[in-house]
């Protein structure tokens, strides 16, 4: 499990009175005992046979008393979202407003009165499904209300508390599936499906087809739609479905049992009777006195340490590793860091005794001390600071994204399904409650778990226009490209880089003069899909350049030694919609103001910005391309004869004056009588 630390954010209470914020202090609000307080039943009504009146409570928690005011003894206490029948209403001896609702109680039905300022009274219709009616009275969206009535109709007394958080499905989506300015967040096993791994941010070599680790090895980053699997609250919520346990509060209440964590161990090194490190107490009893002792579910403390260190145990736990007797049940800290590996860096951070303030009782050198301050650590880090649910210890959408337990985008679904082993079918029929977040504009339905393998792989190598190539690698994420051609018929071809990758939009295509916009599709092994958007632009007289120079096989002569460009360019005009620039021999653009010589290129350009034709330029004479016949070029012409430096191509074509097809002496001869104005070269 991958664990990461932030700093925290605070959560607010109220009661009937205004309410207010709390904000404990490390070490000084850990009771000696936390005071079970039952829940009550949030909607005990079957079928409405006439609308009614429901009081919706809006704070965090409110009491319900035995008379109107608050000086009269509580009742039962309830939560933010319970909603209760209304019967009337009264006043108390300051003339405040409090309703008479009933609420069931520990089995029981209670008459009482809650004060009006704890929430609103709002009208539940008989008309149609009343279970339904109150789920939308709660703000519940119809996408959720469906599922949830599921649930509801097989355990009846669960409680589903709306966390409208009013963010943007996308929003959420990408700042949870590794932004850049946070890669990383979301990491899944290395070794999962090529659909749950991302290919952004660097993560997939597509060259050599291997996946980036992190976090000492084992993790790569998870992709966006299994990032989207597991944030939709949604996925989760159904008929038979443990892992709608992602939602469940994590305070400790009356529905835990030391049984209910026998049966959550079972088959573990902490189940009773194994001793794998030789212990000599039971585990069940431990966890269930930490959790009722800090406010912490056991339950949640027994999955927590099933998840980390896993049902064999591990290091983090045996008390043999170099560090000795330090445990660290919860794999807290345990992120690579200061050349440590994970586990490492955990029992590091547990072996230490910081200075001054001490709430987590460290270092950890007893076993009990490790799971009583592991069991702190997440109540004031974690459940006291509003991440009270396995979700948002994952996702911790209301605070930033910052501050998130575990980066493994599967790990809290896994602790979820481990939570769910301790409530049996007697458990089940407790009241519990189960906080789901919404997000606006989300989805019309649940996003799926995506199912592709194989190489994700659907980059090309190149795109051919029968003999034009267009190289693809040069930019591995590039999908848009441009090209010109004068035939009306182009067999179209492309090379994959993977040879598993399939390709569609090939082969002959007839084009229409002008712009013709194409799209080659390639689809991965594992069935991702990439296009490739091809713009051709089909000009017939592509070669219809009109110029007062000598014009043959691409190559431009005739022209006078010391011709400017500006000049040159007088003699030259291009075919209609085309454009024309000049390319020094570097490939760097030229000024009207610079001199044309020998390897200048003229480029011919179409309204798409592709090449439609290059000419080269060629003087006689002017073998090093400056425009210009002097010395320089002498020289050259020497060095090639006397074989020092060999000229070729164009340069060779400019040394050769006489065109008899070599470079020799007689060409020597006539670069210096032009030198010395004896007689000149013909262009």
Known sequence: ???????????????????????????????????????????????????????????????????????????????????????????????????????????????????????????????????ENYLTLLSFPPSYTARLKEVHAQY????????????????????????????????????????????????????????????????????????????????FIGAGDDRIFLFLNLSFDGSQTVEGIRALVKGSFMEEGKARYGETFSYPEVLYQVGQQVGVSPYYLAASIRQEVGSNGSGSVSGTTRYGAIYNYYNIQAYARNGLPPMEAGLDWASQRPSGSNPYDRPWNERQKALLG???????????????????KKFNVMGGFTHQYMTNVTGAASEAKNIAKAYDSESRGNILSFDIPIYTDMPAEPCPQPTGNGSPNNRLRSISLGDQRLDCLTDIDKQ?????????????SAQTLDSKATVEGLGNIKLTPGDNNLVITVKAENGALREYRLNVYYQEDVNGLQTDYKLEDGIL??????????????????????????????????????????????????????????????????????????????????NHIIQTSLLEKLKFMAGDINSDGSVDVFDLVGIRNHIIEFSKINQ
């Open 1 to 131: 499990m991958l664990c990461l630390l932030f700093i925290p954010s605070t959560a607010a209470l109220a009661d009937e009175t205004a309410p207010g914020e709390t904000d404990p202090q490390p070490g000084d609000y850990f009771p000696a005992e936390a005071i079970s307080i039952p829940l009550a039943s949030p909607f005990t009504y079957g079928v409405v046979t006439e609308d009614m009146d429901l009081f919706v409570v809006n704070w965090e928690s409110a009491n319900v008393r035995k008379a109107p005011g608050t000086e009269n003894p509580i009742g039962a206490k309830v939560r933010k979202w319970h909603s209760f029948q209304v019967l009337g209403e009264d006043k108390d001896s300051e003339g405040k407003t409090w309703y008479k609702v009933l609420v069931e109680w520990e089995g029981e039905n209670f008459t009482g009165y809650i004060a009006a300022t704890m929430g609103s009274v709002t009208r539940l219709s008989a008309a149609g499904d009343s279970y």
């Open 156 to 235: 009846p007394r669960w409680f589903f508390i709306p966390n409208n958080t009013g963010l943007d499905w996308s929003y959420v989506l990408s700042e949870e599936a590794n932004p850049d300015h946070r890669v990383g967040i979301s990491l899944i096993s290395i070794s999962s499906p090529s659909s749950h791994k991302s290919t952004r941010n660097n993560n997939y070599d597509w060259y050599t087809n291997t996946w980036k680790a992190y976090d000492s090895g084992g993790w790569t980053l998870a992709s966006d739609e299994i990032v989207a699997y597991y944030l939709d609250p949604r996925n």
């Open 480 to 492: 848009d490209y441009v090209a010109a051609t004068n035939r009306g018929t182009v067999n179209i």
């Open 557 to 638: 002569s005739g022209i006078e030694p010391g011709t400017k460009l500006a000049d040159f360019l007088e003699k030259i005009k291009a075919p209609d919609q085309s454009s024309m620039k000049m390319l020094k021999a570097d490939g760097s653009q030229m000024s009207s103001g610079d001199v044309v010589g020998t390897g200048n290129q003229l480029i011919l350009t179409a309204p798409n910005g592709s090449e439609l034709a290059r000419y080269s330029l060629l003087i006689y004479g002017d073998v090093n391309g400056d425009g210009v016949i002097d010395i320089f070029d002498y020289v050259g012409v020497r």
């Open 374 to 392: 592991g069991a702190k650590y997440f109540a004031y880090n974690y459940v006291d600071r509003g991440q009270n649910t396995l979700y948002l």
